[in-house]
């Protein structure tokens, strides 16, 4: 699977633009990680933030978070932040690259990394922000048609809002929207 996955996502070059709130004036700078997990049928690792936290409190996510002034790239960013939300060592994942970035109305602009990790490693949550973990097939995140779409007016703009369901779980908002770029990328 490794590398039959890696040949189809680094030979499709991106097309597009950035999407999300495209707007919005000094974005601060955030990171994602797309850890597909290395399995017969690979699945994309989630989290749910914790409610008590003070943006997107109670949402399904994808490991990650602001870029630090330490963080020598995105990658790394996103490599520390699965590390300390979920415990996914950063030697364990194989980088593959990013997807479009990712605007968002509370100004951040994501950079989502996508990368190959290991179907077995021992999660850790860091209970502070997550209390949740758990895995959707890929081959769900990939189906185009598994996506719901909403119309909203964002200054003047309208502005696609994705949603994917998945068993008991509502994905939703930024991370969706990053799982339809990468649908639309290997599509």
Known sequence: MRSAFAADFLLRPLAGRPHGA??????RDAAVLVAVLDKPNPTVLLTRRTATLRHHG???ALP???VDATDPSHTQAALREAWEEVGLL????MPLGTLNPYYTV????ITPIVGLAPADFPWQLSTDEVDAVFEIPLSVVLDLNAYQQLTINRL?????????????????GATAAIFHDLARHLA
């Open 106 to 109: 509370s100004r951040y602009r």
């Open 64 to 66: 990650g978070g602001r």
């Open 22 to 27: 495209i707007h919005v004036p000094s974005p």
């Open 156 to 172: 003047g703009q309208a502005h696609p809002v994705y949603f994917l369901p998945w068993q008991d779980w509502l994905i939703w």
């Open 58 to 60: 109670g949402q399904v």
């Open 90 to 93: 950063p030697q364990e994942v």
